[in-house]
């Protein structure tokens, strides 16, 4: 498994940011059971679940979050994107995209996201 986050940088406070991750080397028969999704890990904080998109179709969201971010898979490029609107100084985090398969979860790289006020 090699996940790969793209996006990430840095917007002013009430700004938008995307972010992505692929999973290119994985069978599209394995991604369409793989929950995919992100955490974030802000400086001296624990990483926290930020959303996820299951294989089944739902969505989840952490409440700090809600209505703010989206969370959207594309199964055809065996990506899944993250887009964040209103985003406030404290969404400043590393964001750390993870896909879950059975019981194993993989980690990509963390793409930093700074929010300034």
């Known amino acids: 498994v090699q996940l790969q986050a793209s996006g990430g940088g840095l917007v002013q406070a009430g700004g938008s940011l995307r972010i992505s991750c692929r999973d290119p080397r994985v069978i599209s028969s394995v991604f369409w059971e793989t929950d995919m999704g992100w955490y974030r890990q802000a400086s001296g904080k624990e990483r926290e679940l930020v959303a996820v998109a299951t294989a089944s179709g739902s969505t989840n969201y952490a409440d700090s979050v809600k209505d703010r971010f989206t969370i959207s898979r594309d199964n055809a490029r065996k990506a899944v994107s993250l887009q964040m609107s209103s985003l406030k100084p404290d969404d400043t985090a590393v964001y750390y995209c993870?896909?879950?398969?059975?019981?194993?979860?993989?980690w990509g790289q963390g793409t930093l996201v700074t929010v300034s006020s």
């Open positions: 993870y896909a879950k398969r059975g019981q194993t979860t993989y």
